[in-house]
T-cell receptor, first 110, second 113 residues
Framework: DAKTTQPPSMDCAEGRAANLPCNHS???????VYWYRQIHSQGPQYIIH???NNETNEMASLIITEDRKSSTLILPHATLRDTAVYYC???????????FGTGTRLKVLA | SAVISQKPSRDICQRGTSLTIQCQVD?????MFWYRQQPGQSLTLIAT?????????ESGFVIDKFPISRPNLTFSTLTVSNMSPEDSSIYLC??????????FGDGTRLSIL
């Protein structure tokens, strides 16, 4: 099963883009990358997912490298409400189970 | 996306007792999962709740400690049995509808005295 590696913490100025990296060097060809975030006292919230191509929705953009060994979640204009722990997840091969890594604690500064 | 309700939202229990946590979804879903989040840690999958059959447990989790039921496509329960202080955690239910990512409830915060 692919595992993910993320920096433990990051700071970002309010209004600036937050770029959160994730390494998943053992990912296999048919495994999707998912991003969730967890705001204090809440369950994880789905943000975005992708397989090979870059994806964008109303919350964020997901950039996946051509070799698929890493990806970056981009929050284009971070706000204080984006302060949370962000998890990059690769779904276990052949199943629908998620294997959570340790995540990145993003702090957006005023 | 599905709306997930977990009950209770929090509880304080005595060691040696058991607590049953309920997860109710507002629509039929194909898969339901139970996770544990220990203080300051990430989420760990306990088991997949299978409708009409025994749950599938992950390594390190056993049915005697965490019995799970899923009588239909919208409801599941997790029981934490014979609790000790080490069981103090947040327990989260998640669901997956066809071709959708998992969605999580807000969890049950459990403290054992």
């Amino acid at each position: 099963d692919a595992k993910t590696t993320q920096p433990p913490s990051m700071d970002c100025a309010e209004g600036r883009a937050a770029n959160l990296p994730c390494n998943h060097s053992t990912i296999s060809g048919n495994e999707y990358v998912y991003w969730y975030r967890q705001i204090h006292s809440q369950g994880p919230q789905y943000i975005i997912h992708g397989l090979k191509n870059n994806e964008t929705n109303e919350m964020a953009s997901l950039i996946i490298t051509e070799d698929r060994k890493s990806s970056t979640l981009i929050l284009p204009h971070a706000t204080l409400r984006d302060t949370a722990v962000y998890y990059c997840i690769v779904r276990a091969s052949g199943t629908y189970k998620y294997i959570f890594g340790t995540g990145t604690r993003l702090k957006v500064l005023a | 996306s599905a709306v997930i309700s977990q009950k209770p939202s929090r509880d304080i229990c005595q060691r040696g007792t058991s607590l049953t946590i309920q997860c109710q979804v507002d629509s039929q879903v194909t898969m339901m999962f139970w996770y544990r989040q220990q203080p300051g840690q990430s989420l760990t999958l306990i088991a997949t709740a299978n409708q009409g059959s025994e749950a599938t447990y992950e390594s390190g989790f056993v049915i005697d400690k965490f019995p799970i039921s899923r009588p239909n496509l919208t409801f599941s329960t997790l029981t934490v049995s014979n609790m000790s202080p080490e069981d103090s955690s947040i327990y989260l239910c998640s669901v997956r509808a066809q071709d959708q990512p998992q969605h999580f409830g807000d969890g049950t915060r459990l403290s054992i005295l």
